[in-house]
């Protein structure tokens, strides 16, 4: 069995609490490195993992040989230490979002074809046994052809960190616009079309969006609408896909999709009014939809292990769990919300 000989770039949240821990404990994968310019994070990788600590991604590139390089540094660096890796022969896993603008994760790409490596972005979401239970109750047909998709996320939260702040690119649309984008479209099957976003930052305590409110039309004519609000006081409902005959939303306490939907051949027969004369001055048909409901617990599905899925494309060949030219697409949606929300 090969081992991938892997490095962390980055040992804050998301390095430090789930890729570290999820190299350790995976057969295929050995942790050899971590990078990070804090000495403390590096006395604490040290003493606990045993692992080589390295404040600059460039001296440890020199001293050792490494096979896959995990970017969990903020998104600002991604590019630079994205492309330091392919520059020496190593594969990259990349935390969301790929990179700070579309040009850079193009940049990104490029330097991945150039040195004939492989990529693939960190978007867990899509791994979530919510998610797979989603793609299922959709895929059988059950509420019929989607038309719209309504993806939400709230709270109140006056950020103070470097996700709150424009130079570090921070805000509520790259981090967790970036996963709610990517769900929506793999939902979709489809690339945008159309895009009409606005951007606010309201209680942030830094200049970076943290409400964001995104319509975007799919090629294949799905409504996907995206909010982001971490100025709401009030919860708001963080899933509720639209179909030609029902819906599903998500109830959080419960844990659980709620599906409702009618069969087709359970509808009456209406005629249809000739005129403008309405019937007995009356509007609408009168009929009674003979609603059904279905409640799916989560748990009865299990979310992906995200590095078996590394190890699967990194080393055995198979499709990426994350393609990179839906990535890119992501990137794409990111840029033009910017833009239009800019004007």
């Known amino acids: 069995m090969k081992i991938l000989r892997t ?12 890729h570290v821990p999820e190299i350790v404990k995976n057969k295929g994968f ?8 804090v000495a403390e994070r590096l006395d604490e990788a040290r003493l606990e993992f ?3 600590t390295y404040e600059d991604h460039n001296n440890m590139f020199k001293a050792q040989e490494i096979d896959l390089v995990v970017i969990a540094s903020p998104t600002k660096f991604h590019c630079e230490h994205t492309i330091a890796a392919f520059e020496n022969d190593c594969h990259v896993f990349c935390d969301k979002p790929m990179a700070s603008s579309l040009d850079e994760a193009d940049a990104m790409i490029d330097s991945m074809n150039r040195y004939g490596k492989k990529m693939m972005i960190y978007q867990p979401h899509r791994a979530r046994n919510e998610f797979i239970a989603l793609k299922d109750i959709i895929n059988s047909g059950i ?6 998709i309504r993806r939400a996320n709230s709270g109140y939260n006056r950020r103070n960190d470097w996700q709150a702040f424009r130079q570090n690119a921070g805000g509520m649309l790259n981090n967790y616009g970036a996963h709610y984008i990517d769900q929506t479209l793999h939902l979709s099957g489809s690339k945008s079309k159309r895009i ?4 606010r930052s309201i209680a942030s305590l830094g200049d970076a969006d943290d409400v964001v409110k995104a319509i975007i039309e799919t090629e294949s004519g799905i409504i996907i609408d995206l909010e982001i609000n971490q100025a709401s006081a009030h919860p708001i409902r963080p ?14 306490e419960q844990k659980a999709w709620k599906i409702r939907y009618y069969e087709e051949e359970e509808l009456e027969d209406i005629n249809i009014q000739e ?3 309405a019937k007995n001055r009356r509007y ?3 009929e009674t939809i003979p609603w059904q409901e279905k409640i799916i617990p989560i748990s009865e599905y299990h979310s992906v292990d995200f590095y078996q899925k590394c190890y699967e494309y990194f080393v055995m060949g198979h499709k990426s769990f994350v393609p990179v030219e839906e990535t890119r697409e992501v990137m794409r949606i990111i840029s033009e919300c910017r833009k239009f929300s800019n004007g």
Do not use: H, N
């Open 275 to 277: 005129g403008l004369a």
């Open 30 to 37: 050995e942790l050899m490195a971590v990078v990070d310019p």
């Open 143 to 148: 509420i019929g052809p989607v038309f719209m």
């Open 196 to 199: 009409v976003c606005f951007l």
């Open 284 to 286: 609408g048909s009168g």
């Open 50 to 52: 045993g692992v080589k």
């Open 239 to 252: 899933w509720q896909i639209l179909g030609k005959r029902g819906s599903v939303v998500f109830d959080e």
């Open 7 to 18: 490095a962390v770039v980055g040992l804050g949240r998301i390095g430090w609490r789930f």
